[in-house]
Nanobody, 115 residues
């Protein structure tokens, strides 16, 4: 079983920042796309950001310019730097590792943006 270990969620005021981290096994991290999804109550899970093994990056439109995904190959870690957070960013955020035929998920970390 592949385990993705997430951290960094919490409660933050609107306009604040958080950085999420996800550590993956090296064998997975090297060849899988690494991404962040989120799911708010009553809503479908959506892709927030993804970085491929080759370094290509895509973002959800609503987070462009505010969130940055990056990967540190030495630490087998993918980050999601979230700036200028809004209440609508409130969700459970999930780390994801995906190939063409397989994918793995983290346990999720709650991000709450509220005064």
């Amino acid at each position: 079983q592949v385990h993705l270990v997430e951290s960094g969620g919490g409660l933050v005021q609107p306009g604040g920042s958080l950085r999420l981290s996800c550590v993956a096994p090296r064998s997975i991290f090297r060849v899988y796309a690494m991404g962040w999804y989120r799911q708010a109550p009553g809503k479908q899970r959506e892709l927030v950001a993804v970085v491929t093994s080759g370094g290509g990056i895509n973002y959800l439109d609503s987070v462009k310019g505010r969130f940055t995904i990056s990967r540190d190959n030495a630490k087998n870690t993918v980050y999601l730097q979230m700036n200028t957070l809004r209440p609508e960013d409130t969700a459970v955020y999930y780390c994801n590792a995906a190939s063409s035929y397989n994918e793995f998920w983290g346990q999720g970390t709650q991000v709450t943006v509220s005064s």
